[in-house]
């Protein structure tokens, strides 16, 4: 059975906890893009060319997420995520991943428009900016990084600019996606409301 459910949105919607408990709940397997992105960001801090790094991307370069969960890898991904080699690059493995048999889950910014458009369910998980900036401040502080509100918030508001702005592959909802907005919703509400939508759509 394949079955993919894209999830895009802009940084620290709640798309990776949504993802996660949708995943978990149906039994599929779950795909963070964002840190393709952030691997190749990493590569090109220590001194690669973008699409090179892009290229030779090996799991190796995922084994440790938390250390590309950093503020510096987030914006050297989202600068490298404007380069369309980079994108190209990433695309096979992205699609092959959302047609896996057992079922997908992929959250990223292009994935219901440009990776996977015959996506079963497509959902945009969304929130103000300053909402974001609060729970990504929040989840950086509990791992131990020494960081800001006033900064956080700048990198939030910096990213979602360029992601949304650049010519390849721009984050925006597809038309047929269901738009959550979880500024002033629950973790538990918003992952209610996004079973809701795959389970109207998948019977398991
Ligand atoms: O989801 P994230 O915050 O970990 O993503 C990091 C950056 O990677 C994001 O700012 C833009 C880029 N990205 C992208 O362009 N396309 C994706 N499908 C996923 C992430």
Redesign the pocket.
Known sequence: MRFTVAIDGP?AAGKGTIGRAVAARFGFAHL????L??AVGARVLRGERAADAALSLTPNDLADPDALRTPEA?QA??KV?VIPEVRDALLDFQRAFAHRIGGAVLD????GTVICPGAEVKLFVTASAEVRARRRLDELLLRGLDVEYQSVLEDVRA?DTR?AERATAPMIAATDALTLDTSEMSAEAAIAAAIAAVAAKHSA
């Open positions: 940084a963070d893009t964002g840190l992105y952030r987030a991904a989202s995520a990223g910014r292009d994935i990213r992601d």
